[in-house]
């Protein structure tokens, strides 16, 4: 692939999008989010060889949100193993909403890691056995930075607030599949999703996950391929809430949202990429992100099914 | 690629495959398929290049089912356009069985082209404007086979007994999404489904997909790019049934199955397969089938995540 | 009880109701009922003693709709016994609308037989065995009068039209449920829903339900008591569409309502009234009528806990 | 009616439901009710004229259970009235078991006051604005019994044990159904299930019910007609759980049971009953206590519809 050209492309992404976000908005349902700028947009680009692009709002912090449901299932698979995994979560896309309880009672167990049941699962198999502190060392890790910490003031609101949450995580205590301390584990939950992160950040977890798992510059494995394959198949199929299906046709990469405004989206064996902007469409992807990935796609050929 | 050894891996995983069709069971809600012999399992593979491998029941013929709504899909799309397809149907994983009614109700359109409902709400949109000869020689065209016919007694057998799909079908008249006269488009869709083919046909049109579209000797476009990546992302997200998810962990290929016992794969840039059994595991898929393509994802490394 | 002012109230009903009408509408699903003239509203009430009394359009003939669910119940438990209805529909509400096809897919069997599913089932149950004209008898018996018929333009229209019912009746008979034809039972289906009548005759039928189904005048049993408690509790927790339970906390009697604008209710050992009226609020049931029937539960102490 | 056989009939009854008994089980989702002794089985009958008759273990003491959701709507009727209970809460059956979460997601509002959603939001509406001991003591005056208090030991074991019911009220929480602090509405609402009473308190309350709120000996109005009409019509469309369409047809009188072995009935001007035993069906109602009611129904002539 030719990419001498990332740089112009990413300009003209950025002036392409920006004309989309009066047609967001800021995710309100946690009061602090509510707060961010929504005229930001940027954007980062790391290639597998280690090139770094960016372009406007980059190096702007935001809290990663849902992308960190991803580190959170690597964690997971590679201290527990898969079985103890999908012991209690599926790998099925969901059918319905993000935060949705229905399933919960049809079907006993979280359609996947990457809805809010799912991913609560997750985290309650976690905080039983690590604390905090040693998933963050593996973010840190994934993003090439030693200071990404919690963002104190969204993990207090989220905390505050976020009783849809409690309701999924009550609802599976009560049927089992939760067994850890609910408290403990929605702890665990909202600071995993108040980690503050850059696109910068995000990019480059991204590329080495494009690098099938290995460090950009010494080619170490971080992560197993085997992992790979579950953790990268789900963003697939299940990645972009229930917009997967439309994101998969039109932008083509595999991709995990956030509602603090991130996208994380990468092309095997090329790129990662990471766009950022808080406002929201009505499935809770940044709209002006959205935008941006699907120029990229086009204009750089990213699309797993780019043709000829 | 190393293909030198596609033979030999081919027949490994016929020999790897053949231990699991005791757990599996034929069709039964179609008296006609039912009939057929459980212990049936073959594959073929057509390159890109145009090279032909075989094993096992590939010459036995059998009946297309699910596989052929990629074909009404693409039919539809390139007679009609993407706009017209998409007021009708949704681009989204179902979360549901492949025939559930639920989200008839609850959201009114079907959720994507390859659920039952979806699948006649696109065969309600060509059979108002096309004969299904128009149909079938695109079919035929794909395959690469002129004799292919419809199986007249599955035909029977599908019109006679299919109430489920007539209850969605007349769902979704009711509500306005299938516009077309209902028993007129079930005839279209269950001939459609019980066309007669062999794995080598299918393996020809998976060919033509891995190859973007293009005829494999001529080089010739036989379908355009903004209509592959719609329906090749679809097969990705939606193709196998509730099982999609699982499937694109453990296999990973864009697929399509059929509860006919086909299963149609393809490697992107490499090869098309198609695998057949009758005998299905629980969610309608050819049991014998997937394991076979399990066993060729991993031995001739195809899964799009396979890692370096 | 002291009726000797029934006239007078009767008549200060449907002033007091009347105010209603200009926030309902007739039905529009089918064609047939959208030619209702909306202004229309009366009253029927025949004591067990044979006393009648009538106010408004109350010689207006309608189509019985849904009322008939009450009346193809008892041809239903009379002739073939309760173990055999029962073994395919239900005995509780729905908590869905009277159409929904969902629990037929969570639960197979239809809530109840008031709901147009479950009415379906018990019309395969009879039309198996007897002929329509069998079942005309029954009404016209419980009516009072011999000269009730069919209305064939309703009748016609609905066959025409009904396409979410056929999808319900093609849903049970795929699941069993409803083992006899599809088109014969739906047949018998609309033709039970477009009888005609006026509310003279629903009064008279609905007095007999009050009076332990004796007749009027001979005192003979028309309805076995056994049936009755079935017949008539459904009335109290199923007859009033997903409304049922309001109107049982407002009005307080068992009662049915249908689409045709007509409102059966009765007052154990008391008498029956029919309200008719084609406007129809947005549950289904005729708006003034409602109203109708709530001034004369009050004003004639009818609510089945009046008090002291 | 003849009451001089009530005793006769009792004792029949309780032979006659003994045996039913083996075919039931005792609650087991909260732990302290699980020590339940499932072979206890008596119950209590008072007429409105005050006349008291007993058999089996009706002195035995048991927790009030869902029995109470009668007396909070009865106490927040009277002191918010209906139009604050009733814009939190509906009026219908749910179609649904009595703890299912899935129509707070698609309708938002709890159907009624008597499944556990519904009662929550009612305890919310209560404990916002007056303290447990406020209601306990409407429940001792219902009851006759000055000495009733809170078994601790279940409360405890509720609370502790309670996570549905906590998902319930954060869901209601988080979409503002439920404005009054979580904890503080579940701690009363597990605290008023947990009140202790035997069958000749609650057949005290029945009578009371049965004669119009009147007080059994003074004739002074403990509760208002208006009041009762919502509450007692409530209780014939869904007191008992998603079995009360059949409760209906074989018992035929307004009712509530709690899983704590209690069923509370009443015949309307003439008596109130309390059956209890602890061993229960599959819809959670009192097994013995559900045969000793069709009994009695049967034999004292107290279905609605008896007939002549």
Redo the contacts between chains.
């Keep these: 692939m030719e990419l001498t050209n990332i740089e112009t492309i990413l300009n003209d992404a950025l002036i392409h999008s920006s004309k989309y976000i009066d047609d967001g908005n800021v995710a309100t349902y946690i009061p602090e989010l509510a707060k961010a700028d929504k005229n930001l947009l940027g954007a980062s680009i790391v290639t597998i060889e280690g090139k770094r692009y960016h372009v406007g709002d980059w190096h702007q912090e935001f809290t990663i949100q849902s992308i960190s449901k991803t580190i959170s299932l690597i964690f997971a698979l590679h201290n527990l193993g898969p079985e103890i995994v999908f012991n209690k979560v599926?790998?099925?896309?969901?059918?319905?909403p993000f935060n949705?309880?229905?399933?919960?009672?049809?079907k006993k167990y979280p359609?996947?890691p990457y809805i809010n049941a799912g991913a609560i699962a997750v985290a309650g198999l976690i905080s039983e056995r690590y604390s905090f502190e040693d998933y963050l060392k593996l973010v840190r890790l994934f993003c090439g930075r030693n200071s990404i910490e919690v963002d104190e003031n969204v993990y207090m609101s989220e905390s505050k607030t976020g009783?849809?949450n409690?309701?999924?995580?009550?609802?599976m205590?009560?049927s089992g599949v939760l067994e850890a301390d609910?408290e403990k584990t929605l702890d665990f939950y909202f600071k995993m999703c108040s980690v503050k992160v850059n696109s910068n950040d995000l990019a480059n977890y991204a590329a080495i996950l494009a690098n099938?798992?290995?460090d950009l510059k010494s080619g170490d494995r971080l992560i197993d391929?085997s992992i790979?394959?579950?953790v990268?198949?789900?963003m697939?199929?299940?990645g972009m809430y229930?917009?997967?299906?439309?994101f998969?046709?039109r932008v083509?990469m595999p991709a995990k949202s956030g509602v603090g405004g991130g996208i994380l989206a990468f092309a095997?064996n090329k790129l990662g990429i990471c766009v950022f902007g808080p406002a929201l469409d009505s499935q809770g992807n940044s709209i002006g992100g959205y935008h941006m990935l699907e120029y990229l796609s086009k204009e750089l050929g990213l699309?797993?099914?780019?043709?000829?």
């Excluded at 949705?100 to 049809?106: G, M, N, R, V, Y």
């Excluded at 229930?242 to 439309?246: C, M, Q, R």
């Excluded at 699309?303 to 000829?308: D, E, I, L, Q």
């Design positions: 599926g790998m099925e896309p969901s059918g319905d949705s309880i229905i399933k919960l009672e049809t359609s996947n009783m849809l409690r309701s999924l995580a009550y609802m205590n009560s609910v099938d798992g290995l391929n790979l394959k579950i990268k198949s789900l697939l199929t299940c229930d917009g997967s299906g439309e998969a046709i083509g095997e699309h797993y099914f780019s043709g000829k």
